[in-house]
Nanobody, 128 residues
Framework: QLQLVESGGGLVQPGGSLRLSCAAS????????MGWFRQAPGKEREGVSC????????KYADSVKGRFTISRDNAKNTVYLQMNSLKPEDTTVYYC?????????????????????WGQGTQVTVSS
C-alpha cells in the first residue's frame, strides 16, 4: 500500500541544520507533486515547501525562503527538505505529502487541501 515515511528530525540548536527525508512506496512517485508541511499545536497545518514531479518547480513559504531547500530523487522515490539557519519558531512536527491531482496547482498553492497522502510526521525541535 501507499506509504510515506519521514525521517531526519531531531533536536538542533538555533542556527543549526537538519535534512528531512521522506521515502515513498506503493505508488508511482514521479507522477506526484510532493510537499512538506508543518503543524504546531493548536494551529492549522501550513505548507512549508512543494515541488513538481520533475523537480523543476518549487514553492516556499515566506517564513522559510532562503533557509530551506526542497529536492527530490525520483530514482530513490525520496523527497528531501534541507533546513538551514533553523530558528526556535521552526519547532514543530513536519509532514510530507503527495498530491495526485493537478500538479501545477498543488505546487503553486502548496496548501494541505491539495494533497492526498500523508506521512506520520517527524518532530523538529530547535532549542539551545
Amino acid at each position: 500500500q501507499l506509504q510515506l515515511v519521514e525521517s531526519g528530525g531531531g533536536l538542533v540548536q538555533p542556527g543549526g541544520s537538519l535534512r528531512l527525508s521522506c521515502a515513498a512506496s506503493g505508488f508511482t512517485f514521479d507522477y506526484y507533486a510532493m510537499g512538506w508541511f508543518r503543524q504546531a499545536p493548536g494551529k492549522e497545518r501550513e505548507g512549508v515547501s512543494c515541488i513538481s514531479r520533475s523537480g523543476s518547480r518549487t514553492k516556499y513559504a515566506d517564513s522559510v525562503k532562503g533557509r530551506f531547500t526542497i529536492s527530490r530523487d525520483n530514482a530513490k522515490n525520496t523527497v528531501y527538505l534541507q533546513m538551514n539557519s533553523l530558528k526556535p519558531e521552526d519547532t514543530t512536527v513536519y509532514y510530507c505529502a503527495a498530491a495526485r491531482g493537478v500538479v501545477a496547482t498543488a505546487v503553486s498553492l502548496c496548501t494541505p487541501d491539495q494533497y492526498d497522502y500523508w506521512g506520520q510526521g517527524t518532530q523538529v525541535t530547535v532549542s539551545s
